[in-house]
């Protein structure tokens, strides 16, 4: 509960429709933790400049270090692509990430320690990996209007998997601003709450590059990761460096899926890398910062 002292923190988000649901969800989960820690929280989309006492910024379309858009004794960024913003604290929460590009902002909290993902996910159960899988999920982001995800579900459907047709059920999460194609033979997946029940039960996940990825990481899913923009790039590449993930371009995925359905140990392996890389207390520890920053620059307790 917020102390009625204790100033407040403001979080604002792009728009969805324009970038995603990603966006919102880290804001979101980083508000939860501020909150925890007695401070009132307020999270809305980018709209008019704002004055409070704090503000975090995830925006691609606007600076945080923009002053006459946010106004506040402390700034924070969340910011993956490397804009050198003059902010007190940023954070670049991708894997891989470090602190080089970054060199104007005071405080700087960079890399898979500092994902951001729904705290509740550390403690949520997943289904265990069993030798055989009986459900891939795919999930290529809420905006995902080229079809990316749609032309993976579909060469999952279709293939043959040692020779045989494919056993397992495909699931396809189709956005709100993205293709509503669905292929013949995969289901499709439709929420507004978030996709930790889906991932948690999928036997391996297809993802793209964004938050969704974390999520998975963090549940301790077989994963298969696909670069859909840019500024995922470097997130796909660390955690496959790490044996945290596979990488893989579309047109490779489904035949990736194909290898780790094989070889059981290796998803084993996977999901055991993938929790420790990413353990979903990343947001706790960007709270705490931007708690100390706050409480250094307007004596909150």
Do not use: K
């Amino acid at each position: 509960m917020a102390a009625p002292d204790q100033p407040e923190v403001v979080f604002v988000h792009d728009a969805e429709q324009e970038a995603g649901l990603g966006h919102r969800r880290r804001v979101e989960a980083l508000a939860t933790e501020v909150q925890r820690r007695g401070f009132p929280i307020r999270v809305q989309p980018i709209d008019a400049p704002v004055h409070a006492a704090a503000i975090v910024v995830d925006s691609y379309r606007t600076r945080a270090d923009d002053r006459t858009r946010y106004d506040a004794a402390v700034v924070g960024a969340i910011d993956d692509l490397e804009r050198d913003l003059a902010v007190d604290v940023v954070i670049d929460p991708s894997p891989g990430a470090n602190t080089d590009a970054h060199r104007r902002a005071e405080v700087v909290l960079a890399g898979a320690d500092y994902a951001i993902v729904d705290p509740a996910l550390a403690g949520r159960a997943s289904d265990p990996i069993i030798d055989d899988v009986t459900r891939v999920l795919v999930t290529t982001g809420a905006a995902d209007r080229a079809g990316v995800g749609v032309r993976i579900a579909r060469a999952l459907a279709t293939a043959s998997f040692a020779n045989e047709p494919c056993a397992f059920e495909v699931r396809l999460v189709v956005g709100p601003w993205g293709s509503q194609v669905v292929p013949p033979g995969v289901t499709p997946v439709r929420v507004t709450t978030g996709l930790a029940e889906e991932l948690a039960r999928a036997g391996v996940v297809v993802t793209a590059g964004g938050v969704t990825l974390l999520e998975s990481l963090v549940l301790g899913r077989p994963t298969v990761c696909v670069v859909v923009a840019e500024n995922q790039r470097r997130a796909a590449e660390a955690v496959a460096a790490a044996g945290a993930a596979v990488g893989a371009v579309p047109e490779s995925a489904a035949s990736e899926v194909a290898a780790l359905i094989a070889v059981p140990q290796r998803r084993r392996d996977l999901a055991t890398r993938a929790h420790e890389v990413v353990d979903g207390r990343g947001a706790a520890r960007v709270a705490d910062a931007i708690v100390a920053a706050l409480t250094a620059r307007c004596g909150g307790s």
